[in-house]
């Protein structure tokens, strides 16, 4: 049985991987951080009594700013993979925490890598490293490829550039079976609630529901290339089985602004959205409503733009080549973006559907933050 060792892994991605790699019969082990409050809502699911016999799931406390708890957990687990998923993930929020994201981001991945060789375990373990299509940053090729120059554009992608390259030096320098996949942003309804995609399908529900007024964004003229993160932790995993370890694009080739996904979210409702005004004045307001049960006026405005959301710089443009991806490891995405926004909304719907008949029943529900 193969043994894998998962950082990270009470976020969207850890979830999506530890499902897979249960499934393909792996005993998983994942870092979790000790939190006042239960953060483990994603991988629940997972949960195996540890007093039981054959427990195939298992969580250590730990984090990645602190080394010998590392060594320790790797030492213990003598895992054949390890997926570096942990990070200080929010690009906004990493402007506010410099530090600790390079901390987290940067050292955290090195602190990984030196475990594996202070253990000897560098011809044992195959490590996969979470880096991003951020480390592009500041366009210089499109649609980039793995050998597009990067120039990162926020303190989260400047740390994720230090770890890109101490993976790619540990590789060189030891040996290491380790691997960069270079992922472009992925969604799903477990998505963290303050990235953009499901802050919007969260607020275009609540919207439609009548528990919520506005939604207020940033940038609308940002454009992603976004897939389903189920499909790119099956990618993660490809990555890792390979005759020789190598870096690795993952996208959809396709790029969507900010303002067509809103669009997009609405029209799942049944609702149709029209903009109006530019810059900072745009807003967006409802133009036709298709659903009985919705209750929108044409020409309610239900999107607006704050500038407290723009970012001090900004990556404008992100659309990638998986062409290595799918030649080398087989790797095709199975969703595209409307089957991604049908699959977001409608779980949020349920959500708040729920959230909507305790509030009509005159129970208060969770407070929800626009951020
Ligand atoms: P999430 O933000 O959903 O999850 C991040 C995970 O890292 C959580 O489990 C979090 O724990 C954990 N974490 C945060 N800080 C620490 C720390 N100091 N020590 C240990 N663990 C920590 O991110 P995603 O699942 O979306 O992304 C996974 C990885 O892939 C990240 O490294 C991200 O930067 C990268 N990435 C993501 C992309 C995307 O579009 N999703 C695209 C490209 C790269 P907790 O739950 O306690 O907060
Ligand atoms: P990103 O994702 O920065 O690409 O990083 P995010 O969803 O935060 O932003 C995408 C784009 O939308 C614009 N935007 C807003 N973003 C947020 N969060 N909130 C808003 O209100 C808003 N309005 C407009 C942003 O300016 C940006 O252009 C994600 C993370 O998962 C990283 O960890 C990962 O490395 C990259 O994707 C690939």
């Known amino acids: 049985m193969k043994c894998a060792l998962i950082t990270g892994i009470t976020g969207q991605d850890g979830a999506y991987l530890a499902e897979l790699l249960l499934a393909k019969g792996y005993e998983v082990h994942g870092i979790k951080r000790r939190s006042s409050l239960f953060n ?16 195939r799931f298992r969580l250590h406390y730990g984090d990645l700013s602190d080394a010998t708890n590392l060594i320790r957990i790797v030492q213990e687990v003598q895992p054949d993979e390890i997926y570096n998923l942990g990070a ?15 901390d987290v981001d940067g050292l955290g991945t090195l602190r990984l890598l030196e475990a594996v060789r202070i253990l000897g375990l560098i011809k044992k373990t195959r490590l996969y490293q979470a880096s991003t299509s951020e480390l592009y940053g500041l366009v210089q090729e499109v649609p980039q490829r793995e050998t597009t120059p990067f120039y990162p554009r926020s303190p989260y992608a400047v740390a994720k550039l230090y770890a890109y390259w101490i993976t790619v030096n540990y590789r060189e320098a030891y040996g290491l079976y380790a691997c960069n996949g270079i992922l472009f942003n992925h969604e799903s309804p477990r998505r963290g609630e303050t990235f953009v995609t499901r802050k919007i399908t969260r607020a275009v529900v609540r919207i439609a529901l009548g528990l919520q007024d506005r939604l207020y964004l940033g940038n609308l003229d940002a454009r992603r290339d976004w897939g389903h993160a189920k499909d790119y932790v099956e990618a993660m995993w490809r990555m890792l089985q390979q005759d020789e370890p190598r870096d690795y ?4 080739g396709v790029t969507t602004k900010v303002r067509e996904f809103v669009r997009l979210a609405f029209a799942e409702l049944g609702v149709e959205l029209a903009f109006a005004g530019e810059g900072a004045a745009e807003v967006g307001y409802v133009s036709a409503c298709h659903h009985p049960d919705f209750q929108l006026r044409t020409g309610q405005e239900v999107v607006a733009v704050d500038p407290a959301y723009f970012r001090p710089t900004e990556v404008e443009l992100l659309i990638g080549d998986p062409t290595r991806a799918r030649t080398e490891l087989g790797w095709e995405p199975t969703y595209d973006l409307p089957a991604l926004v049908n699959d977001m909304v409608q779980s949020d719907l349920r959500l708040f559907r729920r959230d909507a008949v305790l509030l009509e029943a005159g129970h208060s529900v969770l407070s929800y933050h626009d951020e």
């Open 40 to 55: 483990t809502d994603r991988i629940d699911h997972l949960y195996q009594d540890p007093h039981e016999k054959n427990v």
């Open 88 to 102: 200080m993930s929010h690009v906004k929020v990493s402007f506010d925490t410099p530090e600790y994201s390079a």
């Open 249 to 252: 694009v993952i996208a959809t």
